[in-house]
């Protein structure tokens, strides 16, 4: 039986790190395990310029705690009105490692997002031409389309079409939940690549729903049915440098979650290394977790990997993890897998 396995210090290539009194919170839960982090720019205001980039990222790092070290790899937010030159000086610089496009109206503070995909073909031509990656939300938004199936729907009607009129664009499907987004994913070349989330990897939407509704697993896109777990299973644990870990992990206070209209998002910075120490291992796959959490990111970014290494190691006794995080704002619960596990960061 394994008793311990090290691997590269994994990054995480999909985070919400949030501003102010959260920040300051759940900054440490990923900078003690994880490098670097693709940050999410789904701000209030949201981050749209490099200036904007350049601002937020100073705020995180004066937010890390002495002795920590973490880099923050910002993203802007693509707008109708993003600027090709700002954008493409902003990558330039190394401020800015990816653009994300939200449809508007998918997510969390997505109203700024677009709308018509014309009005941005401009910006992903420039980032074609510079390699600079698109991270895509993969869900459509209109009313008539069923809450489970917007992701199968957006890879048909808009992200194959933008990849097939933007020749080189290099795109990452953000936290992927379907056995369709695997599938699309495997039917192309390394220009596209997915990220998949732990609670994805662990939770179906029977958990959503049965016995009450719970509202620490709601997030978006929202869980869907068993066999689309076991398809990102599979691709998580293939060693395929295409899937890529993206914990977004997305803190929200309990009182904006237990409530009529909670908002969408699990927070699992806290516990995401053991819990797929947990998965890899019951799935035969230990030997893959380094590919998917701290080498698969880095060769798709074109970033090197980390140097330093941790540890993760069976315990005799299931690890206990807080089951929240204090913040200012009031507390935020962490994601809770369901199971014990007896893997814990060392
Ligand atoms: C994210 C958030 O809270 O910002 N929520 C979520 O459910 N994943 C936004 C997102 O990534 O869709
Ligand atoms: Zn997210």
New binding site residues.
Partial sequence: MTQSITIRRPDDWHL?LRDGAMLQAVLPETARHFARAII?P?LVPPVVTGDHAAAYRDRILSALPDGMSFEPLMTLYLTENTDPQDLAAAAASGLVKAVKLYPAGA???SASGVRDFDKVRGVLEKMAEIGLPLCV?GEVTDADIDIFDREAVFIERVLDPIRRATPGLRVVME?ITTADGVDYVKSQDSDLGATITTHHLIINRNHILVGGIKPHYY??PVAKRETHRLALRAAATSGDARFILGT?S?P?TDANKETACG???CFTATNTMALLAHVFEEDGALDRLEDFASRNGPRFYGLPVNKDTITLTKTAEPTVFPQKIDSNDGPVTVFDPGFPVFWTVT
Avoid: E, S
């Fill in positions: 919400h999410m789904n997510t969390t503070n939300h936290h997030c978006l977004d997305a929200h908002c969408a998002g």
